[in-house]
């Protein structure tokens, strides 16, 4: 399958519309900026192919830009540099279900495939000439940047026992217990996703977040062959601005965060 074309899957496989949660007066104070809220929601198809299904809350802040001096190791040199940056909070919640009385769960239930037992996040920033196109310009990758990391959390966090924002790699555990989807005493785990390189006229982009659910599906690919699609997060954004004065303010989303399913990277990477 081409990776050009996996590209352009984003904008047209979305299966479900996460609630954009809007705090109260009242909630704002422990929102901590985290006004962007994906809930976990799953639909009772999903829930019945899939009964261990698995599907975080994700809170998230605004895509933000910061300049940090960042050097190379090879060369030991200093640059400085545009990043881009995504902080988030996420939870494992247990899916709202109900005892199922209709008779209907499949038959053709598929076996639970092999995965990941510990919570691996995958951040994918790609940019577009205008919002809602299937046609990509650029991919970047989310990378491991430990001076910005701690440029960031600087910034981002207001008291020193504020928890620290970790990268994709430190932010890698045991998937957590699943807690009550009303429970509001919630322990959190709190990351950042940085890119660079941004090519700093970007109007429009979407960020892809892997890792958040393991729900799969399995479709037919090109030459008969079986591929995996797995549940993702994905949140369109778009930037007013331009290079020569570039500011966080300038984001904004163009819409709700949406649950959809793409396949596995490797197979987007199949030639």
């Given amino acids: 399958m081409q990776r050009s074309h996996v590209l352009g899957l984003i904008a047209n496989t979305a299966i479900t519309v996460a609630a954009l949660g809007q705090p109260t007066s009242a909630q704002a104070q422990i929102t901590r900026g985290f006004d962007t809220i994906a809930r976990s929601l799953a639909t009772g198809e999903e829930r019945q192919r899939q009964p261990d299904l698995r599907v975080y809350e994700v809170q998230y802040k605004l895509p933000r830009i910061v300049w940090v001096d960042i050097t190379d190791p090879q060369t030991g040199e200093s640059r400085r540099e545009q990043i881009w940056y995504l902080c988030y909070r996420a939870t494992n919640r ?31 920033l790609t940019t577009y000439d205008q919002p809602g196109s299937d046609v990509a310009v650029q991919e970047y990758l989310d990378e491991i940047l430990p001076q910005a990391k701690a440029v960031i959390n600087r910034i981002e966090r207001r008291r020193p026992s504020d928890p620290e924002y970790l ?49 799969y599906e399995l479709r037919g690919g090109d030459d008969n062959n079986t591929v995996t699609w797995r549940k993702a997060l994905v949140q369109q954004v778009a930037r007013r601005g331009d290079r020569f004065d570039p500011d966080q303010i300038e984001f904004e989303y163009v819409t709700p965060p949406e649950w959809v399913y793409l396949p596995d990277l490797s197979a987007a990477e199949t030639p």
């Avoid at 053709?108 to 510990?118: A, H, I, R, Y």
């Avoid at 890698?172 to 709190?190: F, G, L, M, T």
Wanted: no cysteine; glycine share 4%; hydrophobic share 35%.
């Fill in 94 to 124: 247990a899916l709202a279900s109900r005892a199922d009385d209709t008779n209907t769960t499949p038959v053709n239930v598929l076996d639970p495939l092999p995965g990941p037992t510990q919570f691996i996040p995958e951040f994918t």
């Fill in 167 to 215: 990268d994709s790699v430190n932010v890698v555990q045991p998937q957590p217990v699943a807690i009550s989807p009303d429970e509001q005493d919630v322990e959190w785990i709190y990351g950042v996703a940085t890119w660079r390189n941004v090519d700093p006229e970007t109007d429009y982009f979407s960020i892809t977040m892997r890792g958040f659910s393991n729900g």
